[in-house]
């Protein structure tokens, strides 16, 4: 047709350059296994390594269980895997009869699945190329037992490249929590992983300032080690919700080393629990 608009849904046309059925967002999602459920899915990004997303992660299941709700982990970040290690926890993953996996359990009763429960030791790495870690995240979400989940946390991998991609196609999130630390927040990192998140289309819950500051164990007095904070400045440009500030603990430090993190009350994300409730 000459006068093509390439609009064919207001076309009856049927000529070579109609799109028959362009797939939308939906068509990518993952359904879960057979017999499972999971209320709210809720991802944990950052820009890059290191600013202390597996840490939020973990606060957050530990403050959903502390409320009462059936709470899962899915470690998202394949190549550097800390989310057993702040737990305790060294069972390896196993299958069912119907050929799901069984994730594993915090003492407390938090589901998890993990690649370094996969691992014949945990500091084996893990050199897979892309595909393969698309594949095991899929694995993860819809080829697990997930039994009557409330909460969902999901560790992403840290930056905009391959797996967060997929992690954000396949899987229904229902918002997004962005961790940065006081410097990344002045650069452009933030910034593409909020704007990674826009493209999906996927809500941002909010921003959590990590390594804010340093409490003095001695006069109280709060010290910037990290230069000043800018995240309210950032809040208000993009409109996104300032969640908590942490300060550098050495006590929360200690308790992810000694696998203890659920027996240690850490208050930082206590009220973001009444957030994801209103989600
Ligand atoms: P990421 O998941 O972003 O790579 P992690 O959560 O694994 O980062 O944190 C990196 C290291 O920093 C870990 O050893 C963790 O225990 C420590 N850490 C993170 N946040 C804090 C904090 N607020 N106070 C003290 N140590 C922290």
Known sequence: MSDCNYDCSSCGEDCPSRVESQPSPEDFIQKLAEGSSVGKVIGIVSGKGGVGKSMVTSLLACASMREGHRTAILDGDITGPSIPKAFGVTQNLVGNVE?????????????????????????????????????????????????????????????????????????????????????????????????????????????????????????????????????????AQYQIPVLAKIPVDPALASACDRGKIEFEEFDYLKDVMGTLEQL
């Not at 697990?144 to 797996?163: E, H, K, L, R, S």
């Not at 704007?195 to 804010?212: D, F, H, K």
């Open 99 to 235: 050929g799901q996996i069984v994730p594993a359990e915090t003492t407390c009763g938090i589901k998890m699945v993990s690649v370094n429960l996969m691992l014949a030791n945990e500091t084996d790495p893990v050199v897979w190329r892309g595909p393969m870690l698309g594949s095991v995240i899929n694995q993860f979400w819809g080829e697990t037992a997930w039994n009557q989940v409330d909460y969902m946390f999901i560790d992403m991998p840290p930056g905009t490249g391959d797996v967060p991609l997929t992690i954000f196609q396949s899987i229904p999130l229902d918002g997004i929590i962005v961790v940065a630390s006081p410097q990344e927040l002045v650069g452009m990192i933030v910034e593409k992983a909020v704007n990674m998140a826009r493209m999906m289309q996927i809500p941002i819950i909010g921003l959590v300032e990590n390594m804010s500051y340093l409490e003095c164990p001695h006069c109280g007095e709060k010290i910037n080690i990290f230069g000043e904070s800018h995240i309210d400045e950032i809040s």
